[in-house]
C-alpha cells in the first residue's frame, strides 16, 4: 500500500517506523475535517471543469458515509496519515475518480486545512465550557458575597475581603478566557486550501469559494505564508491555553490552600478527594493539586511549539512533532475546565473560619484612610497606625469590616456586568458556531 508521496517500493522498515512515529493514531480525530476539506476541493475541482458534475455526486456521497459511520476509522501504519488514508479509500470505492480528488492539493494544505477547521471546533468547544465554569462560579460569589474572610498579599493577612468577591476574581478570569478562546479562533479563521506545498498550483482554483464553503472567514493570501504560519498558529492557540490554564492553576492554589487546616475556609466534599494509605484521617484534595499541575505543564507545550517552528520558510517534517503537543493542550484543558466547572458545588463554607480570621489589624488601612480624612498627611496616618498595630499582641476579631462598595470591589462584585460580558461571549459562540455547523453541513448536502 502506497502513501501519497510515495513512487517507489521498499521502504526502510525503521525509517518508516521513525518517521511515521504516531501521526497515523493522531489523525483518526481528523476525519471529519479531512471529509470536510476534500467535499471543498471536490467542488473547487468541479467549477474549473476538473471533475464532473457527477463526479462530484459520487465523491460526496461516499465523503458522507465516512462522515456519518458509526465505526472508528482507522489509520494504518502504512498509510501514514488521513489524507492517505481517506483517498484510499475514495479510490477503492470510486475508481478512477477517486485518484482525480488530488489534483490541485498537497498534503502540506490538506493538514493545514484539517488543522484549522479542528482548532475553530474545539476553540468553541473549550469555550463553552469557560462560560460554563465562569457562571458555576459566580453562582457560588453570589451565595457569599456576605461572608467576610481575609484578603492576602504576600501570603499575609492584608485587608478584608469576601468569599463573594473572591469567587467573582475567578469567574472574571475565566470571562477573560472567553476573549482569549476568540482570539485563537480568529488566527485559526483562515484558509490555507489552494496553497498546495506552499508556492500555489498551475489550476484556476477559487480560494475564495472553497474558503466560504468550509466556513472561514477569510483566504489565508500568501501560499508560502501559509506553510510559515503553522508554528506560529499552533503556538497562538498553545499560548491562549496555556494563560487560561495559568489562571485555573491559580484558582486551584486557593482551593489547596483555603482547605487545609492551617486555613479552614472551605472544605472539599470527599468525592473530590483521596486517602493516604498509611493516614486514615487524611483528605487529600488531589483534584485540585492536579489541576495546579496540568497548568504547570504548559509553558512547557508552548515552548516546545515556538522551538520546533523557528526555521526558515517552507515546509519541513519537523511540524509533524508539533501536532501531539497541541493535540495534548486541547484536550487536557477541556478536563481542566469541566473540572473548574464542577468544583463550586462540591465546596463546603466554613463560615465561623472565616469570621474568625478577619481580625482588627486587617483594618490598619481603614484607620489610615480615616485620618486622612480628617486631615492628616497620608504618610503621618500610615506611621501612627503602624505603630498602633505593632502595639497589640494579639489582634481580636471584628463584629463586622467595613467594604468599600464601588464597582467591582469587595462590598459589590458586580455581578450584572459580568453576567453581561459573559453573556456577550457566548452570544457571539453561538453564531459563530451556528455558521460554521451550517457550512459544514451544507458542504454534505449539496446536491441531495
Known amino acids: 500500500m502506497k502513501k501519497l508521496w510515495q513512487t517507489q517500493a521498499g521502504l526502510d522498515s525503521a525509517v518508516e517506523d521513525y518517521t511515521v512515529g504516531a501521526d497515523h493514531l493522531l489523525d483518526a480525530r481528523l476525519l471529519r475535517c479531512e471529509v470536510y476539506g476534500s467535499l471543498a476541493h471536490a467542488t473547487g475541482l ?115 475581603t469576601t468569599l463573594g468577591h473572591w469567587a467573582a476574581s475567578h469567574a472574571e478570569a475565566l470571562v477573560e478566557a472567553l476573549r482569549t478562546l476568540r482570539h485563537a479562533y480568529d488566527e485559526a479563521d483562515a484558509c490555507p486550501l489552494g496553497s498546495a506545498a506552499g508556492y500555489g498550483v498551475m489550476l484556476p482554483l477559487d480560494r475564495e469559494l472553497t474558503a466560504r464553503l468550509l466556513g472561514f472567514a477569510r483566504v489565508q493570501r500568501n501560499t508560502l505564508r501559509v506553510q510559515t504560519a503553522r ?11 496555556a494563560l487560561i490554564a495559568r489562571d485555573l492553576g491559580s484558582l486551584a492554589w486557593d482551593l489547596s490552600l483555603f482547605t487545609t487546616a492551617e486555613f479552614g475556609f472551605l472544605s472539599l466534599d470527599e468525592s473530590f478527594t483521596t486517602g493516604s494509605s498509611i493516614m486514615p484521617q487524611k483528605k487529600n484534595p488531589d483534584v485540585v493539586e492536579l489541576t495546579r499541575a496540568r497548568a504547570a505543564l504548559f509553558p512547557g507545550r508552548a515552548a516546545q511549539v515556538l522551538a520546533v517552528g523557528a526555521l526558515p520558510s517552507g515546509y519541513h517534517r519537523d511540524y509533524q512533532l508539533t501536532k501531539a503537543v497541541v493535540f495534548e493542550s486541547l484536550d487536557e484543558l477541556e478536563r481542566m475546565l469541566a473540572m473548574a466547572a464542577r468544583l463550586p458545588a462540591a465546596l463546603s463554607v466554613r463560615e465561623e473560619r472565616c469570621a474568625a480570621a478577619v481580625t482588627e489589624d486587617l483594618l490598619a488601612t481603614h484607620r489610615a484612610v480615616a485620618l486622612v480624612k480628617d486631615g492628616v498627611p497620608f504618610r503621618e496616618a500610615y506611621r501612627t497606625v503602624a505603630a498602633q498595630a505593632r502595639a497589640v499582641a494579639a489582634p481580636r476579631p471584628v463584629a463586622e469590616a467595613p467594604l468599600p462598595d464601588y464597582a467591582g470591589a469587595p462590598g459589590r462584585p458586580d455581578w450584572a456586568a459580568l453576567s453581561a460580558e459573559r453573556a456577550e461571549a457566548e452570544a457571539w459562540a453561538a453564531a459563530t458556531g451556528g455558521a460554521l455547523r451550517s457550512a459544514w453541513k451544507s458542504l454534505l448536502t449539496a446536491g441531495a
Open 46 to 160: 468541479a467549477a474549473i471543469g476538473v471533475l464532473t458534475q457527477d463526479e462530484l455526486a459520487a465523491l460526496r456521497a461516499e465523503l458522507k458515509r465516512l462522515h456519518d459511520a458509526t465505526e472508528p476509522f482507522a489509520v494504518t501504519r502504512e498509510q501514514e496519515d488521513i489524507h492517505t488514508a481517506v483517498e484510499q479509500r475514495l479510490t477503492a470505492a470510486l475508481g478512477e475518480t477517486g485518484a482525480k480528488i488530488h489534483a490541485g492539493r498537497s498534503r502540506n494544505d490538506q493538514v493545514q486545512t484539517n488543522l484549522r477547521l479542528y482548532f475553530k471546533d474545539r476553540l468553541l468547544a473549550l469555550h463553552g465550557l469557560a462560560a460554563q465554569a465562569s457562571a458555576a462560579w459566580q453562582d457560588f460569589g453570589e451565595r457569599w458575597q456576605g461572608r467576610t474572610l481575609p484578603g492576602y498579599s504576600h501570603l499575609q493577612r492584608a485587608m478584608p
Open 231 to 241: 508554528p506560529r498558529l499552533e503556538a497562538a492557540v498553545v499560548a491562549a491555553l
